[in-house]
């Protein structure tokens, strides 16, 4: 049976290595509305192989970010489902398997090369002026010969074989055909010395496995279809039909990333976007509901959704047009359901209590209150009364701005923002950069609260959380990096 004609089957599979991405939502989004719509199933997936890099809290930070703009599964790590489990760490058989299944049928091969003889042969390649790429030294290897290496326990990899000649051909459901010429390709990894598959291996054995019929996600993975092309060849399985839905862009047309755009799903929600206004602007980028309307349910959009209806232009993730559609749900809202949004969002008494430690001793009379914790309540902040006080002795403008931004790389690197977290990350790298910690606490203070006088530092930043810490950040680098 064609994929076009079995029960339709999507999937998301976001790998859980950071905070929920308003891309992860934007294509979890059109894989939801695509499966509503044909009465199909959507699927989490959770793509952890990257054991170096998967965090604990990340995975639970994309279910309730995918929950509270409105989005729910049918099969998942936390729902369960006839094709479980969901979780790539615990799928390990189903790729060593599929490994070896290629290995015997001579379409996949065991690779010795060390790391040191790949360096040389990029090298070489890039002296050379070549196309930089393995260049097959252990293809054509005696196959026994490889197995009795691999049950001593050399170290290697395993690779497919791709075609020498030729071309690849990807047929995009929006864009047509995409032909990429056989040279273009080489002989990908599968599994790695560690045992554990590759994207690539590990994102075609489970869309097989789990019945995939159509796999929706983001243009920037065309270039990596052409090796799941192969795989599917190599192994005789029907290939899903392929869906590159364009990019969300900056307003320059740039890839929207965090270093011009917050890109965490969890700083809309915590500014005080609602959950269906995000979901309806989501809906907005690359796809057109008709009649020239903008505000629409999720409902509505599953019944006028329709493939000719996306636009192959790169949709720009507009800020101002977000606020705008924001304003038009408040409005919509009738008082009593306006505050129900503003105390489930931050006026409510579990987010006090973990203010009012701060502010606690600082204040006579009730109020003193809301003026001594507003910054709390608000998202940008006015640097105009304290940015002239911004600055390190001996260092440049540029160069203080230079330096939050690097402290701002420290913390994401970090699993947990507690107030101890953030104070060891920032003796580090005060020392680093040879400051004195009571220039650059200060200095971090006037970025978080613009004022001259606040709580603790560190547990200010806590309760004000990530996504709104690194944005004050992100505008104060910015704007003290300009000054003259």
């Known amino acids: 049976m064609a994929a076009s004609d079995r029960p339709v089957r999507v999937r998301i599979a976001p790998s859980p290595t950071g905070d929920p991405h308003v891309g992860t939502a934007y294509i979890a989004l059109f894989n939801y509305v695509f499966a509503k719509k044909a009465g199909g199933k959507f699927v989490l997936r959770i793509e952890d192989t990257d054991q170096t890099r998967a965090r604990a809290d990340s995975e639970q930070m994309i279910f309730d970010a995918l929950h509270w703009i409105g989005l ?125 598959p590759t994207y690539h291996l590990a994102n075609v054995v489970d869309d097989h496995l789990m019945q995939i019929t159509h796999v929706i996600r983001a243009e920037e993975w065309i270039s990596s279809t052409p090796k799941h092309v192969l795989l599917y060849q190599a192994f005789d399985w029907e290939a899903p039909q392929f869906f590159h839905m364009p990019l969300l862009r900056n307003a ?102 973990r203010v009012l430690p701060l502010v606690r001793e600082r204040i006579k009379k009730l109020d003193e209150l809301i003026p001594a914790i507003e910054y709390f309540y608000s998202g940008d902040l006015d640097y105009t009364p304290v940015l002239a006080d911004m600055k390190i002795p001996d260092a440049t403008p540029a160069d203080v701005g230079k330096a939050l931004l690097d402290y701002i790389e420290k913390i994401e690197a970090r699993e947990g923002f507690t107030a101890a977290v953030l104070e060891e990350e920032a003796r580090k790298w005060t020392e680093a950069l040879g400051w004195k910690a009571k220039h650059s606490f200060m200095l971090l203070r006037f970025a978080v609260t613009a004022r001259k006088a ?31």
């Open 72 to 196: 729910s599964w049918d099969e998942g790590p936390d729902v369960g489902g006839p094709y479980a489990p969901y979780r790539q760490s615990e799928r390990a058989h189903h790729y060593k398997a599929a490994a070896g299944e290629l290995l015997d049928a001579g379409k996949a091969y065991r690779c010795f090369c060390t790391a040191e003889r790949l360096a040389k042969v990029r090298i070489q390649q890039q002296a050379e002026k070549k196309n930089s790429g393995y260049d097959r030294h252990c293809r054509d290897a005696d196959p026994t010969e490889a197995r009795n290496r691999a049950a001593q326990g050399e170290t290697h990899v395993v690779r497919l074989k791709a075609p020498l000649t030729g071309s690849v051909v990807v047929h995009d459901q929006l864009r047509g055909p995409v032909t990429i010429d056989a040279d273009q390709i080489d002989d990908q990894v599968l599994l790695k010395s560690d045992g554990l």
């Open 252 to 353: 320059d047309k740039s890839k929207i990333s965090k270093r011009k755009n917050p890109v965490s799903i969890n700083y809309y929600r915590d500014v005080g976007i609602l959950p269906h206004a995000l979901l309806n602007f989501l809906g907005l980028m690359g796809w057109s509901f008709g009649d020239d309307r903008e505000k629409f349910t999720l409902a509505e959009m599953v019944d006028a959704f329709a493939w000719e209806k996306v636009s192959l232009g790169g949709p720009v993730f507009n800020l101002d047009k977000l606020t705008w559609l924001n304003e038009k749900y408040i409005h919509d809202l009738d008082y009593e359901q306006l505050a129900d949004a503003v105390i489930s969002w931050r006026l409510n008494k579990e987010h006090l209590i």
């Open 454 to 484: 606040s709580p603790p530092l560190f547990e200010t930043m806590s309760v004000l959380g990530k996504e709104i810490t690194r944005r004050r950040l992100r505008q104060a680098a910015e704007i003290v990096g300009k000054a003259k």
